[in-house]
């Protein structure tokens, strides 16, 4: 599905004296299997932004479209929408609550109208796309590990079959092990089953490694949307608004500063040791080609 | 006892029971399993280690939040496991939190940072001196009479840090306090944490998950299953890539890029720490 936001602008407490502004005109579209980061220093407009892409807010200003469908129109089935655009938060575990995994996985399903049969069904495939085997079915959430519980909260979203899964910080608080297996677990799910995936995160290493196109916010507006490649090149401008690159991008900055023919704009590490490796060797075949002319 | 050191902890082991659902006591979970722990005054310590490694059970000891089932330990030369010097100890190693939401109680940040001196009872001409050092020396002086909510996150970690300084620990124990924080705010918390080390020579004891955050540490621990598995300088640590990964632990990606690069042949030292170093070495080749 694709969801496209026109001039979107979102105003709290209007007419109030504690009336404030967090989105402004903002315009873009996500669908079609992208992944896509959304990055943005604390109170930039991230997290009222992803509240508007399954209808839980609606604009104050412009228009967002499902499918070419105005969600803001009288009529419109925002229920439908909320099981089409899955929305993770942030410490999702926080909202398990049932007696065993299975019956909290499928509570999703099981709302959307589906009979218990199939509720149960749509459970254990989601149980099994985030690596969670039979034997946790009957065990209460809260016995699993920090890791688990946050995988099983994905699967209750999953459950539902969402074509587009927005996250909100989905590895904040993990270690880097459980943070690889859950941006694992996004990109299989995008590459597999060609679900849209919308990342928040502040971890510009994760948001380099996995995204195929980055959505900077800034003062409830969007201030760039292009390839990581393109974002990261612009080291100074992103830590002028609390946001950084990966040490990789700083690393190959520093190294083209200091007259390496390298490409500036890599942002993952293996990329980066290709790009220095293949400099390094032409490096030292010029000087063997000196050294025995030399001779 | 060893007057240089603020922790001594000796053999330490921690048990949490497992209850059924009768509420009867149904099985034991080790989380610390005889960690020995010395600190030094003055020193910079990481400890690192996956999501229930024992990392967080092991800073609720240092304030004697909770005590040991075995073995001994010692915060600032007192028994944690003896309930009149409690008081001493929490004065003597402050605590500060994941999320800062959490630790922040007043409506004012010069109120909110007063709050743990007026507890302990002192004179209020020496309530607003301390809160007034502790604010300048995380950098917060200017926004005292804010409402924290109208801060950052970085800045709020920073009002939380300067509400425990403001007590005078000699020791602060810092449970991933980045861990919610964007990338401008990890780097003021880092370098507020920095400073109080270097220049109010305040032993840290740093909680993270993010790797590059303890490169400027003297000692960094790695737990496993309640265990300190690893220990060194932040160099010696960081040239381990392979045995950190299976402790599901990271390097920074410079130290990453520097390992895979040496891997492929490039003659580069062990254990890059930083941007800067290799960035050094490589123009040496």
Redesign the interface.
């Known amino acids: 599905m694709e969801l496209r936001l026109e001039h979107v602008g979102h105003i709290y407490n209007p007419g109030t004296t504690y009336e404030r502004r967090a989105l402004d005109d903002v315009c873009m579209t996500i669908g079609n299997g992208e992944f896509i980061g959304l990055i943005g220093h604390t109170g930039s407009g991230k997290s009222t932004l992803v509240q508007h892409l399954n209808g839980l807010l609606l604009p104050s200003e412009g228009k967002i479209y499902a499918d070419g469908e105005d969600i803001s129109a009288e009529g419109y089935p925002l229920r439908k929408l909320r099981f089409r655009v899955g929305l993770v938060f942030q410490y999702p575990e926080y909202q398990l609550f049932e007696s065993d995994v299975l019956k909290d996985i499928s509570f999703g399903p099981k709302n959307q109208g589906l009979n218990p049969e199939e509720a149960i069904q749509r459970a254990r495939e989601a149980m099994r796309s985030v690596g969670l085997d039979e034997s946790y079915e009957t065990r209460s959430p809260f016995e699993l590990s920090g890791g688990q519980k946050r995988r099983a909260a994905i699967a209750g979203i999953l459950a539902m079959n969402p074509e587009i899964l927005v996250l909100d910080e989905p590895t904040a608080g993990m270690d880097p092990g459980g943070r690889t297996e859950i941006l694992q677990l996004l990109k299989k799910l995008q590459e597999e089953r060609g679900i849209t995936i919308l990342l928040v995160s502040h971890s510009m290493e994760d948001v380099a490694d996995y995204t195929d196109r980055i959505i900077v916010m800034e003062e409830g507006k969007i201030l760039w949307d292009e390839k990581p490649s393109k974002i990261f090149s612009r080291i100074k401008e992103l830590e002028k608004i609390s946001l950084a690159a990966p040490q990789v991008s700083y690393v190959m900055a520093a190294l083209h500063e200091s007259g390496w023919d390298v490409d500036p704009s890599v942002t993952t590490i293996d990329q980066a040791a290709d790009e220095i490796e293949a400099q390094v060797r032409k490096r030292q075949a010029a000087a063997g080609h000196a050294a025995a002319q030399v001779e | 006892m060893d007057r240089d050191k603020i922790i001594e902890g000796s053999g330490l082991s921690y048990h949490y029971t497992i209850y059924d659902d009768e509420g009867k006591p149904a099985a034991e979970q080790a989380a610390l399993d005889g960690v020995d722990l010395h600190v030094e005054k003055g020193q910079f310590i990481a400890i690192l280690?996956?999501?229930?490694?024992g990392k967080s059970t092991l800073a609720r000891h240092l304030n004697a939040l909770l005590t040991p089932d075995e073995g001994t330990l010692y915060v600032n030369g007192y028994d944690t496991r003896d309930a009149q010097y409690l008081l001493k100890i929490r004065q003597s190693a402050g605590m500060v939190f994941?999320n800062p939401d959490n630790q922040i109680i007043g409506s004012v940040v010069e109120e909110d940072v007063g709050f743990g001196p007026e507890n302990m009872g002192l004179p209020t001409k020496m309530i607003w001196e301390r809160v007034e050092k502790a604010l300048k020396a995380v950098g917060m002086w200017k926004r005292r009479g804010d409402s924290p909510a109208r801060l950052?996150?970085?800045q709020k970690q920073r009002v939380a840090i300067a509400g425990v300084i403001a007590m005078r620990p000699r020791c602060i124990v810092l449970d991933?306090p980045t861990?919610?924080?964007?990338?401008?705010?990890?780097?003021e918390v880092l370098q507020t944490i920095r400073e109080l080390n270097e220049k109010e020579k305040i032993t840290i004891i740093l909680i993270t998950?993010y790797?590059?955050e303890v490169t400027s540490a003297d000692q960094v621990f790695v737990m496993d299953h309640g265990k300190i598995v690893m220990s060194g300088s932040p160099r010696q640590i960081f040239s381990k890539v392979e045995e950190l990964q299976s402790y599901?632990?990271?390097v920074?990606?410079?130290t990453?890029?520097a390992w895979?690069?040496k891997q492929?042949g490039?003659n580069l030292p062990d254990g890059i720490l930083s941007?800067?170093e290799?960035?050094d070495a490589?123009?040496q080749?």
């Open positions: 280690g996956h999501n229930g490694s994941q950052s996150g970085g991933e861990a919610m924080l964007d990338p401008g705010g990890r780097k998950h790797m590059e599901r632990m990271d920074p990606q410079a990453l890029l895979k690069l492929r490039l941007v800067e290799l960035v490589l123009n080749l």
